[in-house]
């Protein structure tokens, strides 16, 4: 591939951005060395040599789980980078998850009638429009009376966590586990040949179908007039409404894409066929906030974010391996947390040099 082509892909100052993401996650897995240094010193680089093999511990069993595990937070992160392109913060992908997945779960417990081929279809589509409308509020706040997103997202979360907590105790409570009950084999996603090439792994078709997300967000933004028109809001509102660009269409629109996005994730996420519940308790849902940092690790690029997102989900996974050395789960937050923290700091620092550029470009 010449270096046009992947300047045409992954955009301009494709070596600024690698380089950001790379100091982001040398820094967070050397802080998380750190603290397993001080926790145990004697286990401390066996444990440290697990986190990074990641799935690669349980070998094609392992492997297949961080795939499964990253399909969640590739959809929640496909939708936190749209919002971010037309220069919004969709902070609100827990709740759109969350909502998302109980309409999988109760579609997937009731509608028993319809043929296995249906059935999953329309659990997943069905948690793809609930996601949508989940975010319409904030969504026509925003566009028509400038309330920031992040608030209303925010707020948004904690409805749909209540509201979903009430609807699974009400319909399809499991009181026996404090849980929601398991969906009907028939709304389970299919294998499609998953399980004979990771035997043992939870893995199945979505990860086909957030591979499909990925691609068409890609092309949505680099090939589309609808792509160019965000992009251009999220550059200068001002600028896109002088040329002639409807700045409320394109909000709304964005938005309903990103929580149709983190429905679909939810969907996928609880109709797997791994024995996966809600859970009634008043946690907001962790992928969506995964979602964050898989976002900006990847520069809010579409492509990339699949290749973060499996990261993380290896993290997550060498992370379970861990624990063989008795070290708590949690380092592994701590590591992600710090990544999130200086991929946030790199993306400023990079802008800033752009900026810098530009200004040095301009006076020459």
């Known amino acids: 591939m010449k270096r046009k082509d992947i300047q045409r892909l992954f955009g301009k100052g494709l070596v600024d951005k690698i ?25 401390a680089l066996s444990a440290f040599l697990t986190i990074l093999k990641g799935g690669l511990s349980g070998g094609s069993k392992g492997i297949g789980n961080v795939l499964f595990k990253a399909i969640p937070i590739i959809m929640t992160g ?37 043929p296995p081929v249906i059935h999953w279809l329309v659990c997943i589509l069905s948690a793809t429009a609930v996601g949508a409308l989940w975010v319409l509020i904030p969504a026509l706040l925003k566009a028509f009376l400038n309330v920031n997103e992040v608030i209303a997202t925010i707020m948004m979360n904690y409805i749909g966590m209540y509201t979903s907590n009430y609807l699974i105790t009400k319909y399809v409570f499991d009181a026996n586990k404090n849980q929601s009950k398991l969906v009907a084999a028939s709304a389970q996603t299919p294998k499609l040949g998953m399980d004979k090439l990771f035997p043992g792994s939870s893995l199945n078709a979505g990860i086909f179908v957030a591979l499909l997300c990925m691609i068409l967000i890609y ?13 251009a809001c999220g550059q200068h509102c001002s600028a896109a409404r002088y040329a002639g660009i409807n700045e409320k269409k394109c909000i709304v629109m964005t938005l309903l894409i990103a929580g149709a996005l983190a429905g679909l994730g939810g969907g996928l996420t609880y109709v797997a066929g791994d024995g996966r519940s809600i859970f009634v308790v008043d946690v907001l849902a962790q992928e969506g906030f995964t979602g964050i940092s898989v976002a900006l690790l990847a520069m809010n690029h579409p492509i990339a974010i699949f290749f973060s997102g499996t990261f993380i989900a290896s993290l997550t996974v060498g992370g379970f391996y861990m624990q063989l050395y008795q070290y708590p789960y949690e380092v592994i937050d701590i590591i992600i947390a710090i990544i999130i923290y200086f991929s946030a700091i790199s993306l400023l620092v990079r802008k800033l040099m752009e900026r810098w550029r530009n200004r040095q470009e301009v006076s020459q």
């Not at 993401?21 to 010193?41: D, R």
């Not at 913060?89 to 109980?102: E, H, K, L, R, S």
């Not at 092309?219 to 992009?231: A, D, I, M, N, P």
């Open 78 to 114: 496909l939708s936190v980078a749209i919002a971010f392109k037309a220069g919004m913060f969709n902070i609100g992908t827990p709740g759109q998850f969350i909502m998302g997945a109980y309409t999988a779960i109760y579609i997937g417990c009731y509608l028993t009638f319809l």
């Open 219 to 231: 092309v949505l933004l680099q090939r589309s007039t609808f792509g160019y028109e965000l992009k």
């Open 19 to 43: 380089a950001a993401s790379m100091c982001a996650i040398l820094i967070g897995l050397f802080v998380g060395f750190l603290v397993l240094l001080a926790s145990n010193p004697d286990n």
